[in-house]
């Protein structure tokens, strides 16, 4: 089936893309691996090709696109080739809605056009030690000063992406306590300038897949945050989080699907090459049945994507939809992923293939982004179960 998703301006940007990662990425990828993160000079990079600048508006110095179809390219084309950004993916994907929705005119003023050039880049920090799921539970404080001029931030936070390289990271921490109604109250949204005193990053976690992203543990002891750092209202940060998880889950799914739709096509390669018994893997009626089986589950996460993504754009995807989305991508994304690395039989195993790391990579599209199990909780509430 023809995907009418993407138009020629799409096209032309997948070309350009893929130009850019083949130049620049995949002859250096596994210097990135041996490293454990892409370097800082790289994100440089890709705030003059433009990347960061896509949806930023033109005022800021960004291309002023508010589709985010783009992001699902970049997903679609580093995947394609085996490769990721490192940490840079939730700079854009997941800060920027967040600094566009409810920065004040001053501070996108400050913090936009840094954005868009990658001197200052961004993180996102929720999780913590004792919570993840339940986001409501989370134990970071900010308390404002008697003089009202800036919030005290303590707490710490874990899992953060791009954690070790950001110069500024949202941090969600409570500014009042739960109220018996709403336990979800009280939550605000600090952009956390990464120098302030106190502020300290942590272990860069050692993770099973996602080699090149920075992932780390943050801590906050009396961080002075000054009263213009809160991002939208105080209190209200919950809410927030509600409307743009939505993206992050779409983001992802996309990403799931990609890495499929990769494994297949490293696969097909892969057994049409290797000769057992005298003969391909490929012809193997085996082979065939498992790929062909493998396509089918990618086609129809292929649509899933293609509507959601319109409905994204119109803004009409719903939190239930786009976790029905990340449930289904990422669940097929980690059965054709496990078929297709068994396909490359020993080969598969070895972290020279790509197919290896694309097994390690994507098994934590069930997690990060809200569990499997948390997707299916949305989805069973809004079918009013
Ligand atoms: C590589 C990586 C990168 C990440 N990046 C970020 C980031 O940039 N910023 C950020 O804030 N966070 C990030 N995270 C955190 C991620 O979002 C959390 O790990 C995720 O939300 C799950 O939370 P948890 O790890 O605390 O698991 P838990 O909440 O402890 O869950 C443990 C298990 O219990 C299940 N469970 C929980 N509640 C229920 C329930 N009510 N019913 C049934 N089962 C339930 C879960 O599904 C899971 O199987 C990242 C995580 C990873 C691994």
Not at 68 to 97: D, T
Not at 317 to 335: D, G, M, Q
Request: net charge negative; proline share 3%; hydrophobic share 40%.
């Amino acid at each position: 089936m023809r995907r009418t998703v993407y138009n020629e301006d799409h096209e032309a940007f997948r070309d350009t893309l893929r130009s850019f990662i083949e130049a620049e990425v995949v002859p250096v990828y596994d210097e990135w691996l041996a490293a454990g993160q892409a370097p800082r000079e790289f994100y440089y990079k890709l705030g003059e090709l433009g990347i960061f600048g896509i949806e930023v508006p033109e005022e800021f110095g960004g291309a002023g696109e508010e589709s985010f179809k783009y992001q699902a390219i970049i997903s679609e084309e580093c995947a394609r080739a085996g490769v990721s950004f490192g940490g840079s993916g939730v700079h854009v994907a997941l800060c920027l809605p967040y600094l566009k929705a409810y920065a004040t005119e001053d501070q996108k003023k400050r913090w936009l056009p840094d954005f868009v050039t990658g001197t200052t880049m961004y993180a996102i920090a929720m999780t913590e030690p004792g919570t993840g799921s339940d986001l409501a539970g989370m134990k970071t404080t900010a308390k404002l000063s008697a003089d009202g001029s800036h919030y005290v931030l303590n707490g710490a936070k874990t899992f953060i992406t791009g954690g070790v390289h950001a110069d500024r990271v949202i941090v969600c921490a409570r500014t009042a306590a739960p109220t018996p109604e709403d336990r979800r109250f009280g939550i605000s949204l600090f952009v956390v300038d990464t120098t302030s005193e106190g502020y300290a990053v942590g272990r860069k976690l050692d993770k099973l897949g996602l080699r090149t992203s920075d992932t780390a543990e943050l801590s906050f002891t009396d961080v002075k945050v000054p009263v213009e750092d809160l991002l939208g209202e105080e209190n209200k940060g919950f809410a927030y989080l509600g409307q743009n998880l939505p993206q992050e889950r779409l983001g992802i799914a996309v990403g799931a699907y990609a890495q499929a739709a990769a494994a297949i096509r490293f696969a097909k390669e892969y057994v049409q090459d290797r000769t057992v018994f005298g003969k391909t893997v490929a012809s193997f009626q085996n082979t065939k049945f498992e790929l062909a089986a493998c396509q089918a589950e990618v086609d129809a996460a292929e649509a899933v994507c293609d509507r959601a993504l319109e409905a994204h754009d119109a803004g009409e995807l719903s939190a239930a939809e786009a976790a029905s989305a990340k449930l289904f991508c990422t669940e097929v994304a980690s059965r054709v992923i496990d078929r297709c690395l068994q396909l490359h039989g020993g080969y598969g195993y070895m972290n020279e293939y790509p197919i290896a790391r694309l097994y390690a990579d994507n098994r934590v599209n069930r997690i990060y982004g809200g569990t499997s199990e948390v997707m299916k909780m949305i989805i069973a509430k809004n079918m009013g179960l």
